[in-house]
């Protein structure tokens, strides 16, 4: 399966990370940090609909994508019209990096979620000291254990955490947990298929006082009317506004549908 080659690849990379910068040299820099973002959370819980844009060169399921526009003016267009940013930082299946959360940041004082596969507790101290709000935590690539001790780190470190589900079973993992921010991927990891039903399946469980996130394969008007019947509080959006030579209008027209 993918998920596992992706997670075996992340330790090798996570090895040259740790090479690179020791664990103790990031803590101290993680420290180091002033938070220049706005809250991920609060950017996400507002009344209205809220918008996370992505920034994603490639993926296993997309292969490589071509953007008509450079990174400097995405960040114009998604500064004037979404509520937060999501960043791949993930370098061998979606040719992501953090230096280009490093840029992004130099451009926004938006939110931004840091988009990998955490395994390894110096990937939230690095995600703290690129200076990101978020972090993303895969329920699939977790157990309970891992899931609870990560989600403890981020909290203390000062960073919100996108839980990231795909069934019913992962969904009771993260209620279990009271996770606070529960993003439906409505992609299956295990073979690309994208079912938007996902969303409205996995919606019922979900109590009012959380935070709900549609993920994956919203591309139409229709998907987005279909997804707000389902009560999301955001949706996050790659490819349709990678792919899109104006995301901010794309933005501006979904939040008013
Ligand atoms: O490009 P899309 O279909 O709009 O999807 C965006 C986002 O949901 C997707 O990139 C994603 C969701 N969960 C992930 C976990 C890892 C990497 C990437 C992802």
Redesign the pocket.
């Known amino acids: 399966m993918i998920l596992d080659q992706i997670v075996e690849d992340k330790k090798i990379r996570l090895k040259e990370h740790k090479n690179k910068t020791s664990p103790d040299e990031i803590r101290r820099m993680a420290e180091e940090q002033v938070k220049i973002g706005s809250s991920f959370y609060d950017a996400l819980k507002k009344d209205q609909i809220s918008i996370i844009g992505?920034f994603?060169q490639a993926?296993p399921s997309?292969g490589k994508i071509t953007s008509k526009i450079n990174l400097t003016e995405r960040m114009e267009e998604y500064n004037a019209s979404v509520d937060a940013i999501?960043c791949?930082t993930?370098e061998d299946h979606?040719l992501g990096n953090i230096d280009y959360l490093r840029t992004i940041r130099k451009q926004t004082k938006l939110p931004i979620l840091r988009?990998?596969?955490m395994i390894d507790e110096y990937q939230f101290y690095e995600a703290k000291a690129i200076q990101a709000d978020a972090i993303?935590l895969?329920a699939a690539i977790l157990d309970d254990v891992m899931l609870k001790d990560f989600y403890q780190l981020s909290t203390e470190l000062g960073l919100d955490a996108l839980v990231?589900v795909h069934d019913e079973r992962e969904m009771e993992r993260a209620l279990k947990a009271d996770i606070k921010i529960i993003?439906v991927?409505n992609?299956d990891?295990r073979d690309f298929t994208?079912r938007l039903d996902t969303t409205k399946r996995l919606s019922a469980m979900v109590p009012g006082d959380k935070v709900f996130v549609a993920?994956?394969?919203?591309?139409t008007d229709e998907d987005v009317l279909f997804l707000k019947e389902c009560h999301v509080d955001a949706f996050?959006?790659?490819?349709?506004?990678?792919e899109a030579e104006h995301p901010k209008e794309l933005a501006e027209r979904w939040k008013k549908l």
């Open positions: 992505e994603k993926s997309l999501s791949l993930e979606f988009k990998d596969f993303l895969i990231e993003g991927n992609r990891l994208i993920e994956s394969g919203i591309v996050l959006i790659g490819r349709a506004f990678m």
